[in-house]
T-cell receptor
Framework: GAVVSQHPSRVICKSGTSVKIECRSL??????MFWYRQFPKQSLMLMAT?????????EQGVEKDKFLINHASLTLSTLTVTSAHPEDSSFYIC????????????FGPGTRLTVT | AQKVTQAQTEISVVEKEDVTLDCVYE???????LFWYKQPPSGELVFLIR??????QNEISGRYSWNFQKSTSSFNFTITASQVVDSAVYFC??????????????FGKGTKLSVKP
């Protein structure tokens, strides 16, 4: 099956710094990638949808200037958490949708961000 | 508005018991997809099944089975003869196929299943 990787798997950073998370589709091209956030013991919530070569679409309540998304190629999307604060500590999961498919999408293993 | 409801927050069973996880969804689309995912403590989502709205056939895969009932907007998941390794959080999700949707998933709140030996 299609494989999606995320890097790093875990990151601890200090408050005020920025962190970049990479999401890669390893064996297929993804025209659309999604970024979800999951707080402890809660469900996954969609943060934004990114399409290759265009600006990301953010869900209501998600600050686009804080969560910068770049989808520069068909196999890579990045999420940068700028000026991170402890309340940004969460599990971030990306998924990639195969172009032109019937909504088949594949999830990365997730990145656990802890802001101290 | 689209919504997925998993009313059971936590379920605890003893090994070898059968257990059913409930999922009720809401959508105005006539074409949509329903999913079940397993999330073990490691956090990685494990895909279990995808069902489109036009296929109401029940599915069985080993100890897992799914019951899709459009009349009640439900997509329930049953594990037969549960095992300790089944312990995880299980998410039901919906993806709409309307023109404005790009296929993102709407997740239920999840059901935490604990299977005790």
């Amino acid at each position: 099956g299609a494989v999606v990787s995320q890097h790093p798997s875990r990151v601890i950073c200090k408050s005020g710094t920025s962190v970049k998370i990479e999401c890669r589709s390893l064996d297929f091209q993804a025209t659309t990638m999604f970024w979800y956030r999951q707080f402890p013991k809660q469900s996954l919530m969609l943060m934004a949808t990114s399409n290759e070569g265009s600006k990301a679409t953010y869900e209501q309540g998600v600050e686009k200037d804080k969560f910068l998304i770049n989808h520069a190629s068909l196999t890579l999307s990045t999420l940068t958490v700028t000026s991170a604060h402890p309340e940004d500590s969460s599990f971030y999961i990306c998924s990639a949708r195969v172009g032109g498919s019937s909504y088949e999408q594949y999830f990365g293993p997730g990145t656990r961000l802890t802001v101290t | 508005a689209q919504k997925v409801t998993q009313a059971q927050t936590e379920i605890s069973v003893v090994e070898k018991e059968d257990v059913t996880l409930d999922c009720v969804y809401e959508t105005r689309d006539t074409t949509y997809y329903l999913f079940w995912y397993k999330q073990p403590p490691s956090g990685e989502l494990v895909f279990l099944i995808r069902r489109n709205s036009f296929d109401e056939q029940n599915e069985i895969s080993g100890r897992y089975s799914w019951n899709f009932q459009k009349s009640t907007s439900s997509f329930n998941f049953t594990i037969t003869a549960s095992q300790v390794v089944d312990s995880a959080v299980y998410f039901c999700a919906l993806s709409e196929a309307s023109g404005g949707s790009q296929g993102n998933l709407i997740f239920g709140k999840g059901t935490k299943l604990s299977v005790k030996p």
